[in-house]
C-alpha cells in the first residue's frame, strides 16, 4: 500500500518561500511521473506541478509558474516543491501523488492521499 508523507509547510510572509517535501514508500518510486496539488478553503484541489519519472522534464500551472520548482530524489523516494515569491492566494494545503497526463491536463494516479501540508501566506 502507498504511503505519501507531506512536510516543510507553514506560515510565511508574501514574497517568502518554503520547500515542501513529499517521502514516498510502497512503490517503486522511480517508476512514477510525481506531482503536488493544493486545495485552498471552499475550492477543488487543483494541479500545481509535475515531474517525470527521470527529472528531466517538468510541468507547472500557470498560476505558479516562474515561481515553483518541483524537483525529486529517486535515492530517497522524495519529491520536492521549492515555492519562492508566494503570493496569499497560494494559501491551501499541499499534497503529492503520482500523476498521469491527459488531454495537456495532469490528473493524480492513485486513489490515495497523504495528509497534507498547510502552506498560509500573509499578505
Known amino acids: 500500500q502507498v504511503q505519501l508523507v507531506e512536510s516543510g509547510g507553514g506560515l510565511v510572509q508574501a514574497g517568502g518561500s518554503l520547500r515542501l517535501s513529499c517521502a514516498a514508500s510502497g512503490r517503486t518510486f522511480s517508476r512514477y511521473s510525481m506531482g503536488w496539488f493544493r486545495q485552498a478553503p471552499g475550492k477543488e484541489r487543483e494541479f500545481v506541478a509535475a515531474i517525470d519519472w527521470s527529472g528531466g522534464s517538468t510541468y507547472y500551472a500557470e498560476s505558479v509558474k516562474g515561481r515553483f520548482t518541483i524537483s525529486r530524489d529517486n535515492v530517497k523516494n522524495t519529491v520536492y516543491l521549492q515555492m519562492n515569491s508566494l503570493k496569499p492566494e497560494d494559501t491551501a494545503v499541499y499534497y503529492c501523488?503520482?500523476?498521469?497526463?491527459?488531454?495537456?491536463?495532469?490528473?493524480?494516479?492513485?486513489?490515495?492521499w497523504g495528509q497534507g501540508t498547510q502552506v498560509t501566506v500573509s499578505s
Open positions: 501523488n503520482a500523476v498521469v497526463s491527459m488531454r495537456s491536463t495532469w490528473y493524480p494516479k492513485w486513489n490515495y
